[in-house]
Structure formats: C-alpha cells, structure tokens
DNA sequence: GGGTAGACTTGAACCGATCCTC
DNA sequence: GAGGATCGGTTCAAGTCTACCC
C-alpha cells in the first residue's frame, strides 16, 4: 500500500477556497453583530468587611476599593511577594485614590487585604456549594448573553465569536519578569471601543447612556470590535472563533503555504548553506540564522523595545550571552548550547552539534563582543522575511515552524506506529508523535499540582493488577493440574476460564503500564499547542499507518452530507463498550472510510487493511443555519482546530 | 531599507464541566 | 453520590508579519 504524503503535491483540481477567494482583501460582505458584552460594574464590599491600614479599619472611596479587591483577590498567587508587581500596584492604586487617601496610605507594607481576600474566598465557595437548581439558574443566564452576544451573521451564517466580552479591569500579569506587572487595567467603557460592522446592518446600540467611539464599515479586516488597551497601548480586538469558515480557511491556507515549502526547501537549504561561505557578514547572519530556524524550529525574533516587556528573545535577536560555543562536547564536534527566555520567558536549552562552517561563522559574530551585544547585529526580522519572500511567495520564518512540526508528526507516526498494536498502543504511539513535535517547538508546561499523587495511585494499581495477574497465574496452574487428575468437561471449562480471566488480567495490566509511560513522559510537555497550530490534520488521516483523526467536535454541531453518518459519539460509544473499550475511540471500518474522502488532498488509499480511528467526544446537535440564507450554502461544523479544518473541507465537497 | 501601527496567530494558565473511581 | 482527575474551552499575554510612512 502506498504510503500517502502529506507533502506531495496534490493533483486536485481548483478547490472551492480559491473560487471563493475575495479581491482587494476583502474578508466579508456582510457583517452584523450586537458589538461587545460589557462585564458588570464593580459592587461595593459589605459593609463588614474591611480594608486595614496600619492596623486599624479603613474605608475607602468606592473607586479605590476596588483597585484594593483587585489586589486582594490575587493574595494567594506568586505575583503578590515580588516586589515589581507590588510597587506597580502600588503606584497605580495611589493614582487613583482621593487626595485624602493618599495622605494617608503611603506604605503599601501596612495595608492589610486579608479580610477582603477571605471574603472572596468564601465567596468563591458559597458559589461551588449552591444547590443545583440555583447553578442551573446561573448556568442559563449565561447561556443567553452568550447566545445573545456570542454570535455575528457574516455573509448569510450566524458565527461563534471568540471572545465577545471586553476584559475585565484588574492588575496586569505580565509573563516572567516583566517590567509592568502588577499595574492598573482599566475598565473598557463603550467610549472606548470601535465597532465594525457592515454598513447595511443592524448597528448595535451601545449600552444605555453611552456611545461608540466609532463605528466603522471596513471589510478588510475580520474584526469586530477594538479598543486600546492602557498597559502596553497595543489593540485588542474581538473577532471570531476559530470554528469560523474565516479562521477555518486562514487555517488551511497556513498548512497549504508549509506543503508548499517542501518543493523548495532542499534548494533553500543548499543556498544558506552557500552563504554561509559568502563575502558579505550580513548575508551570512542571515545564513546561519535561518539554518538555526531551520534545523530548530525557532522563532522569528523580532526586536522589541526594552524595557517595555520581559527580556525574552527569538532567533534574530539572540545576544551573545545566550550561546556557548564548544569545539567538543560530550564526544560531539562543535556543539552549541542555547540557553534563553524564549516567548512566554519559557527556557530553551539545547545542545547542538553544527556543521563546521557555521560555528566557525559564530565564532566570528562572537568576535570583540560584549555577552550583551546582538549576535546577528546585522540582521533584522524585516530583512529575513524579505528574502524569503522571494524564495518562495507566502514564505516567512514561521512557515518552517509549521513545516518541522508537521512532517516531524509525519515521520514519526510511520515510524512508531504498528498496525498490530491494541487502542491503547496506538494511542501511546500518536501521543509520542505528537511528543516529538512538542519537544520539537519547546511546547513546555509546569508539572501539574497532582502529577506526584496521581502517578502514586497509578502506580498502587499497576501494583494490584500485577498481584492480581500473579494470582490468575496460579489458578490457572491449579486448574490445569485438576483437569490432568480428572480430565472431565468441568475441569476443562474451568481452565478455558481461569486462561480468558488471565488474559484479560495482562491486557489490563499491559494498558495500565502504557498509561503510566505516557503520563511520566507527558510530565512537562504541553501536547495542546502543536495539535492546535501546528499539525495539519491530514497527516493523521493520511499516513500509511494506522492511524488517529482527531476530531474535536466539543459540544457543537456537525452535520454531515446526505448519505453519510455520524461515525461515533461520546453517549453512542459507552454503549458500545463491547465494541470498542475505550470512551473515546471508535474504530471506523471501510464504509466510513467514505467520509475520510473527502478530504480534499492527498485522497485517502482505497483497498481494505486500514483501521482509521476517529476521536469523537461529544454529541454532535443540530446544525444552525441563518434563516434566509440561500440553499446550499455552506454547513459549519463547530469545534476546535481539527474539527473546524473538517468543517470546511465537507462544505466544498458536501451536497 | 528602517521604523512602526495595526492585524492577526500562537501560547500557557486558568477554570468549569464532565468523567471515573470508590 | 462524593470527590478527585481529566478534558476542553476560555482568557488574555506575547509573539509574527504586513502595509505604509519616510
């Protein structure tokens, strides 16, 4: 059987994504929305609850002692002891406060929270604790903001908007050491925000006795709604989710750029390998530094202003103090190692062994430095870009990022998949893949809280399962020697028994023992963000191997073309335990393959052999569909990344 | 070609709902 | 049914990159 490759190029004919291509950067036709959901205002403290200064209870203006809550609520989090945090808060509380206040709160030391944190704790669990029919009660009135403000109609579909409340006001949390931490985020009013719509549409109203700061009629971009934030003075905006045919296309279109960049990358490898060698330093800066985003999947690296936010750095702007240069090491030929703050301020920390050539060239862009100075002084994101652009139209640094990640998926699926593994084998092999490609792209997070304690009781049952093989092992010894005594039909079936009870015994063990690999491997990498950004779908689908789809349906709709089923879902499938042990899996035989199909490229082999397993969790509603909106027009399916990629692919091959 | 505002993607932490085990 | 673990969605910070100015 041949094996599919994601990265070949495709022989499909024009897709319905280019016909449907809009001109002049135009994002959509029609747009109408009831503009963003405004988070409450602040609600005064009880009168029993107090704020201290210097020991004795002090009231504060209502404006102040909200900043104050702000604080309070965050008693219990790391920020609170350093010092950054606290002379920003402290600075920007001061500012708010009335002249009186300020007269006397001047050390931040003899302020006391406590009770104002107690409250909130208390709060928080009286909340946990209510009786079910008040949580469903708040349940619903959730459920009609989101239904009221959750959605737009853009061009004939009602889609889910991604985040459709303005941010809270409270304190800043910066990531790392950042130099604004701790400082005021102030409340977004609707004087603040821009909304954009289309012009033919219902304008929203803004809420009752305020206005708009604009309102605005551009298709040219995707957003909804803007407003300047006070931190960094940047933008932020509400646009839609990423299930919408608008994020689903830009989606596709990221993993159709990185296909494209596998014609070209062995050419675009054998030039930087030549301007490692060229006469121009600037050239060969870019060289090296693309080789590094390359073979190691980092990051741009645009330059940023300092002292704004963390000292964290990217490929371009690595300084000197972040390599080390090693002629050998550990029985390796010169070896780098990378020690830096990456984005987030997550460590990266690599030891790599590099060709000749371009550690002779670091050592040169080492030469007469201070560890402070650019490594690559000469070199601008700006300038890289540029370049590639014109190696390949639509390329950037990033795209080798996306590509690493995804023929990385790709390689290692064939290789670590076997086809005679159980579920769980199989699911222990794609996790790996993924691991690879985690690893890979530095996708770290911190060890959650429970990890120790939840491996502990893994590992109890591993313990138990083995007494308990050990034990079936003996019975089986006992019934095989009473059927050689007596060798009637009993003791025959007694030892048919005692066998299919040890079986059952091993498999259970076995999986347990690939739960806990996969977990202790699991420890300190983030699966999450490479599934979401940077894997195209398609491998999982298109592999020679057996393999997993993931499909994300989360608890939205999907809707299938006429003739084709649902293959699986979460309440179906606990039925169906016989059939298939695990919740989530459901093995799809050939008929379903049909679905698979339509995939729009590569097609996926006919002929049988192929066990496709299809990661279906939740129960698929009915689909929604804006009323007026004209016959076959397209059906969305919500969900997260793989779902929504899905989603899009069956409205151009659907009815 | 450098600088920068604006638009958009990527990212870890957080949190509530659901699931699983006892 | 309680309680802990896990899942999956949400949040919002922090990146990348382009368009546009000079």
């Known amino acids: 059987m041949p094996c599919l490759e994601w990265l070949d190029p495709g022989t499909e004919e024009r897709g319905w994504w280019e016909e449907e291509k809009k001109e002049g950067g135009v994002k959509w036709m029609q747009l109408e929305h009831r503009g963003p959901y405004f988070v409450p205002l602040y609600e005064p403290l009880p009168e029993d609850v107090q704020f201290y200064y210097d020991g004795k209870p002090f009231k504060l203006s209502l404006a102040t002692e909200e900043i104050a809550t702000f604080y309070a609520k965050m008693l219990d989090h790391e920020y609170t002891t350093k010092e950054v945090f606290q002379n920003n808060f402290f600075h920007d509380w001061r500012k708010e406060m009335t002249s009186e206040e300020q007269e ?198 645009n330059e940023k202003e300092e002292g704004e936010t963390a000292d964290t750095v990217g490929c371009c702007s690595l300084r000197v103090e972040h390599i080390q240069l090693h002629p050998q090491l550990d029985g390796q030929e010169h070896v780098v190692e990378f020690d830096f703050l990456g984005k987030d301020s997550i460590r990266y920390y690599n030891k790599v062994s590099v060709e000749k050539q371009v550690f002779k060239n670091l050592q040169l862009f080492m030469k007469n430095k201070d560890p402070t100075e650019d490594l690559f002084d000469q070199l601008s994101t700006n300038f890289l870009n540029r370049h590639l652009q014109h190696l390949m139209d639509g390329l950037t640094a990033k795209v080798f990022r996306t590509y690493n990640a995804s023929i990385t998926l790709q390689e290692q699926l064939k290789a670590l998949t076997n086809p005679e593994d159980n579920v769980a084998g199989k699911l222990l092999s794609y996790n790996r893949a993924n691991r690879a490609v985690a690893i890979l792209c530095n996708h770290q997070r911190s060890i959650p809280k429970t990890f120790a304690r939840s491996m502990q009781v893994l590992q109890e049952k591993i313990d138990a399962k083995k007494k308990q093989v050990e034990e079936a092992q003996e019975e089986l010894k006992k019934a095989e020697e009473e059927f050689k005594d007596k060798s009637d039909a009993k003791a025959e079936d007694n030892v048919e028994k005692k066998k299919k009870l040890l079986k059952r015994l091993e498999e259970q063990l076995a999986k347990l023992n690939i739960q806990a690999t996969d977990k202790e491997e699991n420890k300190q990498i983030a699966l999450g963000t490479s599934k979401l950004n940077y894997l195209d779908p398609r491998i999982s689908v298109a592999c020679k191997c057996p393999v997993l789809l993931h499909l994300q349906l989360g608890t939205k709709q999907l809707e299938l073309p006429e003739g084709r089923e649902v293959l699986g879902q979460g309440r ?77 692919l069956m409205e151009g091959n659907g009815p």
Request: net charge positive.
């Open 104 to 301: 006397i709160i001047k050390d931040l030391d003899k302020c006391d929270f406590r009770e104002i944190h107690k409250y909130f704790v208390d709060k928080n669990e009286a909340r946990k604790a209510l009786p079910k029919e008040e949580k469903q009660k708040l349940k619903e009135e959730a459920d009609k903001i989101q239904e009221e403000y959750g959605y737009c109609i853009m061009d004939g579909h009602r889609e889910k908007i991604g985040n459709f409340k303005t941010e809270p006001p409270g304190l800043f949390r910066g990531r790392g050491e950042h130099p604004k931490m701790g400082m005021l985020k102030k409340r977004i009013m609707p004087e603040d925000v821009i909304i954009n719509c289309s012009r033919d549409s219902k304008i929203p109203e803004p809420p009752e006795g305020h206005r708009w700061k604009e309102v605005r009629f551009d298709n040219t971009v995707t957003w909804l709604a803007s407003w300047t934030e006070n931190i960094q003075n940047t933008l932020k905006y509400i646009m839609l989710n990423p299930s919408s045919k608008l994020k689903g296309e830009k989606d596709w279109q990221k993993y159709e750029v990185a296909r494209r960049l596998k014609d070209v990358v062995h050419t675009i490898r054998a030039q930087y390998r030549r301007d490692w060698k060229s006469k121009e330093i600037k050239k060969r800066q870019r060289a090296v530094a693309l080789y590094f985003i390359d073979k190691l999947a980092l990051r741009a690296g």
């Open 572 to 648: 179906v499938l606990r039925h169906q335990r016989g059939l298939c042990r695990n919740r989530r899996f459901v093995p799809v035989e050939e008929d379903h393959q049909e679905v698979l199909q339509h995939l729009p490229t590569p097609q996926l082999p006919p002929g049988p052999g192929h066990l496709h397993l299809l990661l279906l969790p939740k129960l698929p509603v009915q689909p929604e569909r804006v009323p007026g909106a004209p016959a076959g027009s397209p059906v969305r399916c919500w969900g997260s990344h793989s779902m929504r990629f899905f989603s899009f």
